[in-house]
């Protein structure tokens, strides 16, 4: 059960995708899962994104708020399409360290996703290209 988190970048500069709103802050990252998946989600630490922002030049995360929004989705390039298709869900957690990130897979038609069983992970999801998004809140 591990998830590694990078910063996005972007493809001009390759500088952390970071957006300053007017009363939020919008960070762009890559989920890379490896091992074993845990029932009800593997832990996103999202404190690893103010690290990884910390080290950037001109780049820091000024809210140690929780979250208002996290989105995770695949964003599978076309040269690589998966035969099974994931979705990706963000369990909110009491702390920046402790929200999970839950994976879904297709059900029988006019059924309801469920959820990636407790087992290594598959192919489909490791070989998968994870985008995420995080809103946090300005004080």
């Known amino acids: 059960m591990a998830l590694v988190l990078s910063l996005q970048t972007a493809?001009?500069?390759?500088?952390?995708?970071?957006q300053k709103m007017p009363k939020e802050l919008r960070v762009r990252f890559i989920?890379?899962?490896?091992?074993?998946y845990s029932t009800g989600g593997d832990t996103l630490d999202l404190t690893t994104?103010?690290?990884?922002?910390?080290?950037?030049?001109g780049a820091?995360?000024?809210?140690?708020a929780?979250?208002?929004?996290?989105?995770?989705?695949?964003?599978?390039?076309?040269?690589?399409?998966q035969t099974a298709t994931y979705d990706y869900?963000?369990?909110p957690g009491t702390t920046l360290k402790n929200g999970t990130m839950q994976v879904f897979t297709g059900a029988a038609a006019q059924s309801g996703f469920a959820e990636l069983a407790?087992?290594?992970?598959?192919?489909?999801?490791?070989?998968?290209t994870i985008n995420g998004e995080a809103c946090f809140p300005i004080p």
Do not use: K
Not at 31 to 36: A, I
Not at 60 to 64: E, F, L, N, Q, R
Not at 66 to 81: D, G, H, K, M, T
């Open 118 to 128: 407790a087992a290594a992970y598959p192919a489909g999801v490791t070989g998968d």
């Open 49 to 57: 994104l103010f690290a990884l922002a910390a080290g950037a030049p």
């Open 89 to 91: 869900q963000f369990a």
């Open 31 to 36: 989920v890379t899962p490896s091992g074993n």
């Open 66 to 81: 929780l979250p208002s929004e996290v989105r995770i989705w695949s964003a599978r390039p076309a040269a690589n399409p």
């Open 11 to 18: 493809s001009d500069t390759g500088q952390p995708i970071i």
């Open 60 to 64: 820091s995360i000024p809210s140690a």
